[in-house]
């Protein structure tokens, strides 16, 4: 077991018979594959889940808030929480640094809640090796013209961003396979009942209810 997992599966205290730990969901699609407002739709829907807020390198956007979207850092402050190992993954996107507070995370699931990972294709494949009980769902966009007009639409990138994004796409697009889950979002109400729809199934796996199932079969007897 890596240094990582061991963190993450530090007991707390709760004897961990009773304990119950928080589902890791990651999430990855290309740039615009619309992930983000499927996430916001689902986790209005779906209780007891929360979202982890990632650190970025890069600069906040028009209506991005501190701590809400991102937490906005500089190249020195990344590297300082790199050297000194909070991140549970960390990657360069796009030319920019991005990753997931190993706090945050341990913290949630310890506390029993679900949790969803947006990150990247790079992030998805650490946290799979990571944490093997993890569930990963890949958003495929419908099109690559839909993919370019949701960036245009979206209006928060410049010509050169957005060329970037869509020049990465296809090798984003190529890791589809190491996923558990792909959800096809050409309608957005569909997509984001399908993502519900995993977070529940996933909660419902015999495996993960355990311990309350032992209890409600020791109370017949
Ligand atoms: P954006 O700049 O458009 O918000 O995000 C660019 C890419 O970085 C997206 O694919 C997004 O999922 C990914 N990303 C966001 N946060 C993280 C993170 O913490 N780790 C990794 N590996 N990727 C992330």
Not at 14 to 19: F, G, K, L, Q, T
Not at 181 to 186: A, E, K
């Amino acid at each position: 077991m890596s240094s990582k997992q061991e963190e993450l599966e530090r007991p707390d205290t709760v004897a961990p018979e009773e304990r119950t730990r928080g589902i890791l969901f990651v999430v990855s699609s290309p740039s615009g594959g619309g992930k983000g407002t499927l996430i916001q739709r689902v986790l209005k829907q779906v209780l007891n889940l929360s979202y982890s807020v990632s650190y970025t390198t890069r600069a906040p956007r028009n209506g991005e808030v501190k701590g809400r979207e991102y937490f906005f850092v500089t190249p020195e402050k990344f590297h300082a929480m790199v050297e000194a190992g909070e991140f549970l993954e960390w990657a360069t996107v796009h030319g920019k640094l991005y990753g997931t507070s190993r706090h945050q995370v341990s913290r949630e699931v310890f506390e029993g809640r679900d949790i969803i990972l947006e990150v990247d294709v790079q992030g998805a494949a650490s946290v799979r090796e990571l944490v093997t009980d993890s569930v990963s769902i890949f958003i495929l966009p419908p099109s690559v013209e839909i993919l370019r007009q949701r960036l245009i639409d979206r209006g928060t990138d410049s010509p050169e961003e957005l060329e970037l994004r869509l020049r990465h796409a296809p090798a984003e697009l190529k890791d589809y396979r190491a996923f558990d889950y792909v959800i096809i979002n050409d309608q957005v109400e569909r997509a984001a009942g399908q993502l519900s729809c995993i977070i529940e199934a996933e909660r419902t796996r015999r495996a993960r209810q355990e311990p309350q199932i032992k209890r409600v079969i020791e109370s017949f007897s």
